[in-house]
């Protein structure tokens, strides 16, 4: 396992341009310590002094996957070709799930999560729900699948919020199918009291998750707020990703998702709702009165023709706008700044929705609040010395002018265009190459070779 964040040593690095929000500045001087945080920002310095680690490109805070489903990855390529729904494409998921075992999840989560330290992420938040073993069989450790998940981000270098989920069932007044048993605690009592022996560290925040309104009761939702709150832990859940939800909820609850869930004291400024996709105007208000957080997952949600949400109205309601890669059919988190744009003019036929400042909040800032670090996401002294630095002279980059290298950045770069990623002062992306897993590519391979035999 690779030291955790808070074990650097300090360091002076000169950053050719770094985000100083609202700004890209040229020539700046960043300090950072041994307890992994930034200590001190300098400006106007036009060449590197002695001794300083030079970053050549954009610096930019660390970018927050703020949802992810780390097993998910195992199916790109295989399900974007072809017909079908979400619905279809949940049973290939589920296929891929029987097969996991704490060994088998661990070496693919490790490599995921190099993926995304390669792409600039330096915190992910991982939506978990794949408890236990075939069936529903305990693991000997009820944690174990969690506990893999926390080891191989710790093994790729980058900050985890496992945000452990409670799903109890197939659907309103339906038990769990045996694909869902691995999921299920049976009740969110047994959930909390799982969840409880989960332990937090340097590197990693627990939170809490209610999958949706279709996987838990509204009779179970109690265990799970009060957990969360006890703790101060960020709480999160899918939200109205599907119509079909919507309309089977009105069935069960004469209501809506969004409805029952404020109704059940699950809304607020420590939760996130994933998606907010298919939202009524009084949702829209419910969701943004109380605070709550909407996570958009931009290329998933394309990839699985979900729709597009109203992000800039929830934006306008009060809801902070963070991003994830959920399903990761890709892993880029400028692809997912840009697509909230790019998203909004599909939907309203109107360019110019957000700044460069806006995407780039919602990729790093407000992605580390929802996530529980809200000292994350800025250069700035104090915060967690987390960043990561694009490359200006790739055929994506080359050519802009000084005064709008965080515009192509955001517009025109890629994940390819990553340079180096920093994780609490210490590189784990050095020139493109991952420090501590020495090819992603082949781990990829290996650990989603070894779920399909």
């Not at 680690?53 to 780390?70: D, K, Y």
């Not at 998910?72 to 998921?93: E, N, P, Y």
């Not at 909004?344 to 790093?364: C, F, K, N, Q, V």
């Amino acid at each position: 396992m690779t030291p955790e964040p808070g074990s650097a040593v300090p360091r002076t690095y000169w950053l050719e341009y770094a985000w100083l929000d609202p700004s890209a500045e040229p020539g700046v001087l960043l300090e950072t310590g041994a307890d992994g945080r930034v200590h001190a920002v300098r400006t106007e310095v036009p060449t590197p002094p002695p001794g300083a680690e030079v970053l050549r490109g954009l610096t930019l805070p660390g970018f927050a996957n703020a949802h992810s489903h780390a097993f998910h990855r195992a199916l790109r390529g295989r399900v974007q070709a072809g017909s079908g729904t979400f619905w279809t494409w949940r049973d290939v998921m589920y296929s891929v799930a029987d097969r996991l075992d704490p060994q088998t999840y661990h070496a693919l989560a490790r490599a995921v999560y190099a993926e995304m330290a390669l792409a600039g992420t330096t915190v992910v938040g991982e939506f978990h729900y794949l408890h236990h073993g075939p069936r529903g069989t305990r693991y000997a450790d009820p944690n174990a699948m969690g506990e893999a998940l926390v080891e191989a981000a710790a093994d790729a270098g980058i900050r985890l919020t496992l945000l452990d989920t409670a799903y109890l069932s197939a659907g309103f007044g339906e038990p769990p199918t045996h694909h869902q048993l691995r999921f299920s605690d049976g009740s969110a009592g047994a959930w909390a009291e799982r969840a409880s022996a989960l332990r937090e560290s340097p590197h990693t925040r627990i939170g809490a998750a209610i999958h949706s309104v279709r996987a838990v009761p509204a009779d179970q939702f109690g265990p799970v707020v009060q957990w969360a709150a006890e703790r101060g832990a960020p709480l999160h859940v899918h939200v109205s990703e599907q119509p079909a939800e919507n309309e089977a909820c009105q069935r069960a609850y004469g209501c809506t998702p969004a409805r029952l869930l404020a109704d059940h004291g699950v809304l607020g400024p420590r939760t996130t709702g994933v998606h907010h996709t298919h939202l009524t105007p009084a949702d829209i208000d419910l969701i943004g009165s109380s605070s709550t957080g909407t996570c958009m997952c931009p290329t998933t949600e394309r990839d699985l023709a979900d729709g597009i949400g109203p992000a800039r109205d929830l934006q306008r309601a009060g809801s902070p706008l963070s991003l994830g890669s959920d399903s990761h059919a890709v892993i880029d988190p400028l692809e997912e700044a840009r697509a909230l744009e790019l998203n909004e003019r599909l939907r309203t036929r109107i360019r110019g929705h957000w700044t460069t400042a806006a995407l780039l909040h919602a990729a790093s800032p407000a992605g580390y609040a929802a996530l529980g670090w809200p000292d994350g996401g800025t250069l700035a002294p104090g915060a967690l010395a987390d960043f990561t630095t694009v490359a200006l002279d790739t055929v994506r980059t080359a050519g802009t002018p000084s005064r709008l290298v965080a515009e192509a950045a955001v517009f025109a770069a890629t994940a390819a265009d990553v340079r180096h990623t920093v994780v609490a002062g210490r590189h784990v992306v050095r020139d493109g190459v991952h420090t501590t897993v020495p090819d992603p590519a082949a781990a990829l391979r290996e650990a989603i070779a070894a779920l399909s035999g």
